[in-house]
Structures are given as structure tokens and as C-alpha cells.
Antibody, heavy 120, light 107 residues
């Protein structure tokens, strides 16, 4: 059964960066767009951005521009999302989610989430 | 950006009830809309895509409809497993956006 396996919880100080991994299957890595969605405690879902299967085109939400970096490691079929200049409002569970094989598709597979706590 | 709204924000209902959740988009999104169910501490699960297509494995008591700017998710006969939070999401254009959620509670 296909899974997206994410890295473990992180605790970071304000101003630091966090890099979260999302390990996929070979088929997912080669063919699917991978999105990142976060959820602050008690809040709703917030789309952060997407990386396409070739890694050559990345789109992210305006509010994160300049702070989010999404990358891929072909050797391990792993996608990464790095968020920099962390502030307390970035405390949230971060999910990777599989979109389609083309742009404009829903998310049919989600990672379990990585809790990032930003605290001094 | 396309803004998504949902109503109601909270819905209290009983097992066996028929319930409907409404989702509205600030601009037309054709049928590029999905519905997700989320339970506490879990990742969302896809229920409906393309506004009305049922994801594999999702019970047929759930259905979706709508196009353009107004959409509904209907559960025909609530079961205990249905009490959760439901989100709509547009994937017509970036940035993808979610509705604020509807919490379905046991009356």
C-alpha cells in the first residue's frame, strides 16, 4: 500500500529553520506532484506549496514566499520542505500530500504529519 | 486568491440523520473541488473529488454536487464513523485553498 512517510517532530527556536522529509514510493516520486499543507493547533488546513515530478517547477503560497524551499532527492525518492525564519505562528502539523500526475488535482494520499513547535 | 467558505461551521446531528454541508467559492472553479474528512490527530482523508466523484472505498451514503461557486456534501444517513470535521478545497488554481471546516458533532 502506498504511503508517504514523514520525519519526526521538531522543536525549534524563533529565527531558526526546519527541514521536513516526506519519503514516497518510486512511482509516486516519478509521476506525482507533492504538496505541503499545514495545520496550526485547533485551526484549519493551509496550503503551502507544491513541487512537480521533475522538481523543476515549484509554486508556493504568497505568504510563504522567500521562506519555503522545496526540494527532491532522486536517490531516496524523498521530497523535502524547508521553512526558514521560524516564528511562533509557524507552530503546526505539516503534511505532505500527493496531488495528481498533472497540475490541478486533488490530494489522494497524505502523510501522517510532522509537528513543528517553535518556542524560545 | 480564491476564497472558500463553508456553512455551517458546526453541525449537531444524530445517527441516521441526513445532513448537508455547503461550500462556496469566491470565483468560479468549475468542478475542481474536493471534500476531505479529518478526525482528531489524523491526516485528512479524501472523500469526493471533481465535486461529485466518490473516492474508492468511501461509502455511498456520501455524495457531492455543485459547480461554479456553490457545492454541497450530503450524508444520507449518518453513522457513528461520520462524526468528524469536513473541509472543502479548490484545486482550480494556485494557491489552492481550503474552506474553514465544518465540525459534525453528535447531538
Amino acid at each position: 500500500q502506498e504511503q508517504l512517510v514523514q520525519s519526526g517532530a521538531e522543536v525549534k527556536k524563533p529565527g531558526a529553520s526546519v527541514k521536513i522529509s516526506c519519503k514516497t514510493s518510486g512511482n509516486t516520486f516519478i509521476n506525482y506532484y507533492i504538496h505541503w499543507v499545514r495545520q496550526a493547533p485547533g485551526q484549519g488546513l493551509e496550503w503551502m506549496g507544491v513541487i512537480n515530478p521533475t522538481g523543476g517547477s515549484i509554486s508556493d503560497a504568497q505568504k510563504f514566499q522567500g521562506r519555503v524551499t522545496m526540494t527532491r532527492d532522486t536517490s531516496t525518492s524523498t521530497v523535502y520542505m524547508e521553512l526558514s525564519s521560524l516564528r511562533s505562528e509557524d507552530t503546526a502539523v505539516y503534511h505532505c500530500a500527493r496531488g495528481g500526475t498533472t497540475r490541478g488535482r486533488y490530494f489522494d494520499l497524505w502523510g501522517r504529519g510532522t509537528l513543528v513547535t517553535v518556542s524560545s | 486568491d480564491i476564497q472558500m467558505t463553508q456553512s455551517p461551521s458546526t453541525l449537531s446531528a444524530s445517527v441516521g440523520d441526513r445532513v448537508t454541508i455547503t461550500c462556496r467559492a469566491s470565483h468560479s472553479i468549475s468542478t475542481w473541488l474536493a471534500w476531505y474528512q479529518q478526525k482528531p490527530g489524523k491526516a485528512p482523508d479524501l472523500l469526493i473529488y471533481d465535486a461529485s466523484s466518490l473516492q474508492t472505498g468511501v461509502p455511498s451514503r456520501l455524495s457531492g454536487s455543485g459547480s461554479g461557486t456553490e457545492f454541497t456534501l450530503t450524508i444520507s444517513s449518518l453513522q457513528p464513523d461520520d462524526f468528524a470535521t469536513y473541509y472543502c478545497q479548490q484545486y482550480n488554481s494556485y494557491p489552492y485553498t481550503f474552506g474553514p471546516g465544518t465540525k459534525l458533532e453528535i447531538k
